[in-house]
């Protein structure tokens, strides 16, 4: 073996895999298994005690989930990782490692719908108090920050417009104010940003969409960049304080730089219990393998559609940071130089009724709530994801109620543009 270190390419079809010990199976096999039997007594109590690693119960850990999480942090250049089975579980067990009762973290308004309701509604019930930042304007960030503060959330392209975040200014925010910043790295893919290489010290992912990349299987994950310190000042006792559910263990002190994935695993995972499934973690290994060549023609195809959009006199804007003529044009170019991701809006002329109509007479894109998959998707943002905002959230969530949101796919541009043109035409 050279010393080279692999290309993404390579990690995305072998990091975290070796062929299977006893079989010699190739693929990794589905560990389709609740539980793992123990050598010895001892061996049992070493691993209930995190004095060894190893295989207990699945909610916990299992074999095939394990290649992923490796197969993924080394994607994200990260320290471990932890599978989990949505994305929006991904995000619970985060902030649950952060936060107490009456703390509060910072959000950016222009997330995924069903964030802005996560952190609107059910993390309100836990005492968590999201306070909202806006993207575009980096200094909303800093006033938002107090005492109270453990966390900084933000999506390295966000939903729904493909709007690009300037992850570099707000991990200063966050250094400056002493917490973690955490980027949803979901319509990006670690093909097109490595939030970890511009400060993010926590990553997260709906593993549902362009990692997986197929729409077959839910899952998520969550990505350890192993740079906080979280001993500083007693502000996150999950990780600093002896836990006396593991005879008084501080998770930092055993497990330095990847304790917050340790965290995640132990007192999260183990006590909340949203387990991803062995098959699920096999499907979406599978997906990751072709990532780099899907995410390429995925943006490929973008860039042609809005740029045909962009031409149409049925079309009042695109919003696609790809163009040339985008206000995140410049910001793409810095963070995302092999594309600017493949989900984006546009609106049309005739507004609302327009947006529906054309949602109607499309024949090739699937009308439906998703992204990231291998077909093209499209969705009215307004009467569906973002339905639970009112109308100036909305607009201020770039889901008004002319907006239209694609997702494009990997089929041939030229059946895409097709399809868009007679729908725009009928
Ligand atoms: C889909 C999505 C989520 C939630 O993920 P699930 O796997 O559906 O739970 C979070 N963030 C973004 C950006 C998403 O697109």
């Known amino acids: 073996m050279s010393d080279r270190l692999p290309g993404f390419s390579t990690l995305a079809v072998h990091a975290g895999a070796q062929p299977d010990p006893t079989t010699g199976a190739r693929a990794t096999p589905i560990y389709q298994t609740t539980s793992f039997v123990f050598n010895d007594a001892d061996h049992a109590a070493s691993l209930f005690g995190l004095q060894a690693f190893g295989n207990i119960y699945t909610r916990i850990g299992n074999p095939t989930n394990a290649v992923l999480e490796e197969r993924v942090a080394a994607l994200e250049g990260g320290t471990a990782a932890l599978a989990v089975a949505s994305g929006h579980a991904a995000q619970v067990v985060v902030l649950q490692q952060l936060l107490q009762p009456g703390d509060e ?53 966000a939903n729904p417009a493909g709007s690009i975040t300037d992850i570099e200014a707000i991990s200063t925010v966050a250094r400056k104010a002493g917490v973690p910043l955490i980027v949803d790295n979901t319509l990006a893919s670690p093909y097109l940003i490595r939030p970890i ?79 991803l499934s062995p098959f699920n973690a096999f499907m979406i290994l599978t997906g990751i393998e072709t990532l780099p060549l899907r995410m390429q023609k995925h943006c490929d195809n973008a860039k042609a559609v809005a740029e045909f959009l962009a031409g149409h006199p049925a079309v009042a804007a695109v919003n696609y940071a790809g163009l040339a003529s985008d206000k995140y044009n410049q910001l793409a ?94």
């Open 333 to 426: 170019r810095k963070y995302a130089p092999r594309g600017a991701g493949a989900v984006f809006t546009f609106s049309l002329k005739g507004g609302y009724d327009a947006g529906v109509n054309l949602v109607s007479k499309l024949q090739l894109f699937s009308h439906l709530a998703n992204v990231g998959d291998t077909r093209s998707l499209v969705i009215h943002p307004a009467s569906t994801t973002h339905s639970q905002l009112d109308d100036a959230a909305k607009t201020k969530s770039g889901a008004g109620p002319d907006v239209v949101r694609l997702s494009i796919g990997i089929e041939d541009k030229e059946d895409l543009i097709a399809d868009l043109e007679q729908a725009l035409s009928a």
């Open 105 to 157: 973290f910072i959000a950016a308004r222009k997330l995924y719908g069903g964030s802005i309701n996560q952190f609107s509604h059910a993390f309100k019930s836990f005492g968590w108090n999201v306070v909202w930042a806006d993207p575009d304007d980096i200094a909303s960030f800093e006033r938002a920050v107090t005492p109270r503060t453990k966390a900084i959330f933000i999506e390295s392209i």
């Open 197 to 275: 290489d511009h400060g993010a010290d926590i990553v997260v992912h709906s593993l549902t969409k362009f990692l997986g990349g197929h729409g077959n299987s839910l899952g998520g994950i969550i990505v350890d960049a192993g740079t906080f310190d979280w001993s500083t000042g007693g502000k996150y006792p999950m990780l600093s304080e002896p836990r006396p559910e593991y005879h008084g263990i501080r998770l930092q002190e055993t497990f330095g730089n990847f304790a917050f994935a340790i965290a995640c695993r132990v007192l999260g995972l183990r006590d909340l219990g949203p387990a």
